[in-house]
């Protein structure tokens, strides 16, 4: 399967406790985004690197979550501190920069559950 | 925040009729996109329209964007019970583009 794919699937924790998500994009993408899911929302934009730069980050991610795609493959996703706020559907995407267009590509998502 | 309004936000038709979707944004875009989302396969990428086009034909889908009214519609002809959804219309607006913002989205139900 060459799509995106994110680990884990499920994740429950405790309040409190740090986690962190892992994606792999598809492999010649250069761009790779995350979002943020809730039940009956669309997906919320967090924040988004081309290649290993990070571009942009939304206001709305509090200094709690950090993200890093440190050889412009995978990327990971850090949320310390976890508060019951946080549980949500986290997504991955990747596109390929291509004339200005960017459709992107989705992958499963990793659904948390803080306690 | 959610730039798009999804109007319905729930349409329930029968197997063989055609159902419309729209949307409403903001803020200037590069393009606008649709996605569909069921539970069986996440999250979509179904069509792209460019801000300089006016309508765009893929398949069984038609989609219109007026950028003077800041509005798009999703036209899904002879739909199937396959369709059943959630269909969602996202904004380009990142200033070197790709930063997508969703719309809340409306549930298509198809019943056959």
Known sequence: DTGVSQDPRHKITKRGQNVTFRCDPISEHNRLYWYRQTLGQGPEFLTYFQNEAQ??????????????RPKGSFST??????EQGDSAMYLCASSLDRKGSYEQYFGPGTRLTVT | SQQGEEDPQALSIQEGENATMNCSYKTSINNLQWYRQ????????????????????????RVTLDTSKKSSSLLITASRA????????????????????FGQGTELSVKP
Do not use: M
């Not at chain 1, 571009?55 to 890093?68: G, M, Q, T, V």
């Not at chain 1, 996703?77 to 976890?82: C, D, P, V």
């Open chain 2, 82 to 101: 396959a369709d059943t959804a959630s269909y969602f219309c996202a904004t380009d607006v990142g200033n070197q583009g790709g930063k997508l913002i």
């Open chain 2, 38 to 61: 069921n539970s069986g396969r996440g999250l979509v990428h179904l069509i792209l329209i460019r801000s300089n086009e006016r309508e765009k034909h893929s398949g069984r889908l």
């Open chain 1, 77 to 82: 996703l850090e949320i310390q501190r976890t």
């Open chain 1, 55 to 68: 571009l942009e980050k939304s206001r709305l991610l509090s200094d709690r979550f950090s993200a890093e």
